[in-house]
């Protein structure tokens, strides 16, 4: 692919008190690539992806995006970054409970101040929730509020996905239709997806499954198309 990578990650260590979570931490990842990351719970997986976005520091190494060293960048600029260039779809959904469905996955693009209603609705139908834009997070189902954090991450079209554990809260049809949004997005949209998951299935999709250990990123056998 033309130009360097979207992503780089060069020696990124992350430790509490005196025990390393992992070290050693070195990663490209290309535009229009959907690599899937695995590895045993507690190895930091979900920690990675905050550093890579810049909401928690690395005791050690860089973060490169477009070119650009996040890590250095002092918060305000990791903000505007964060809106302007990344998608993140959390585990813990954090979508805002004031706000409706349709608000929500709105945000990101009333941040930067170009309102469209039809990329909401677009996202909304992609989703599966299009008939639901009206409703408030509180009468959504745990699987529901999964797809609404979804389409928010990606409504704004951003160059990189960071995606944790986006179907684990999903059944198979629907978590299968998550990730056709998701690799949509990698393929028409020229963006690169890191998905963090435990699911054979999810990471079958990917076009690379790495495996994070405490000494590094190693790659990981492909699964076949079922989970």
């Not at 930091?44 to 973060?63: F, H, R």
């Not at 677009?122 to 959504?140: E, F, H, T, W, Y």
């Not at 944790?164 to 949004?181: C, H, I, K, R």
Request: aromatic share 4%; charged share 20%; with cysteine.
């Amino acid at each position: 692919m033309a130009g360097g990578p979207l992503l780089s990650l060069r020696g990124l260590r992350k430790a509490y008190a005196t025990q390393a979570v992992f070290s050693g931490v070195d990663l490209d990842l290309p535009a229009g690539e959907f690599v899937a990351l695995v590895g045993e719970s507690g190895v930091g997986k979900s920690t990675l992806l905050n550093v890579i976005a810049g909401l928690d520091d690395a005791d050690a190494g860089e973060v490169w995006l477009d070119g650009a060293p996040l890590h250095s960048r002092p918060e305000p600029e990791r903000a505007r970054l964060r809106r302007e260039r990344l998608g993140f779809v959390f585990q813990a959904f954090h979508v805002l409970p004031h706000l409706n469905v349709a608000d929500n996955v709105a945000l990101p693009l009333l941040l930067q101040g170009r309102p469209d209603a039809a990329r909401v609705a677009a996202m909304l139908d992609a989703v599966g929730l299009g008939a639901l834009g009206a409703r408030m997070p509180s009468q959504l189902s745990g699987g529901q509020l999964q797809r609404v954090a979804i389409a928010r991450a990606l409504v704004h079209r951003p160059p990189l996905i960071l995606a944790d554990e986006p179907t684990g809260n999903l059944d198979p049809a629907t978590a299968t239709q998550v990730l056709d949004v998701l690799q949509a997005q990698v393929r028409h949209e020229g963006a690169a997806c890191l998905l963090v998951t435990h699911s054979a299935a999810a990471a079958a999709r990917a076009d690379r499954v790495l495996r994070l250990t405490a000494t590094g990123v190693q790659p990981a056998d492909r699964p076949a198309h079922a989970d």
